[in-house]
């Protein structure tokens, strides 16, 4: 039992370490989807917190840690939590486009669904299978 809650607090530490370095993005990005991931790293560093201090609390009750050392680690804790709160709050601002970005790609999902995937070559605007000028641009569309 001691092992296994060792291990468990092993994992977690480590976890709540390099976790945000494992959230990354690998691919080219745009400026906007750099803001996202920032503010999804911020937002996982908050519940990381909120994890640890939860975990702090169950170490306390478990009498693993001292009074003290509680006091200590869960003050430490909750100014770090408030500073990330912060700066989600500053990202959130920072990032107004957000939400208009999404509701922009889920409008072209929908119109890509309704125009069953085919694309103007000139303009690139979705359009029916059966149309033979782009509504866009008027350019003739090949038969397919
Ligand atoms: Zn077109």
């Given at each position: 039992?001691?092992?296994?809650?060792?291990?468990?607090?092993?994992?977690?530490?480590?976890?709540?370490?390099?976790?945000?370095?494992?959230?990354?993005?690998?691919?080219?990005?745009?400026?906007?989807?750099?803001?996202?991931?920032?503010?999804?790293?911020?937002?996982?560093?908050?519940?990381?917190?909120?994890?640890?201090?939860?975990?702090?609390?169950?170490?306390?009750?478990?009498?693993?840690?001292?009074?003290?050392?509680?006091?200590?680690?869960?003050?430490?804790?909750?100014?770090e939590a408030i500073a990330v709160l912060k700066r989600i709050e500053a990202a959130n601002g920072a990032n107004p486009r957000l939400q208009k970005i999404e509701n922009e790609i889920r409008t072209l999902r929908q119109q890509k669904r309704s125009a069953g995937g085919h694309y103007c070559t000139q303009c690139g605007a979705p359009v029916n299978k059966m149309d033979r000028f782009c509504s866009q641009c008027g350019h003739k569309l090949k038969d397919e």
């Open positions: 039992m001691d092992t296994i809650l060792f291990w468990g607090i092993a994992l977690g530490s480590t976890a709540f370490i390099f976790w945000p370095f494992w959230q990354k993005p690998q691919e080219g990005k745009t400026g906007a989807q750099n803001g996202n991931a920032r503010l999804q790293e911020l937002m996982t560093m908050r519940d990381n917190i909120l994890a640890a201090l939860k975990d702090l609390e169950f170490d306390f009750q478990m009498g693993k840690i001292s009074q003290e050392d509680y006091q200590e680690l869960t003050d430490q804790y909750r100014r």
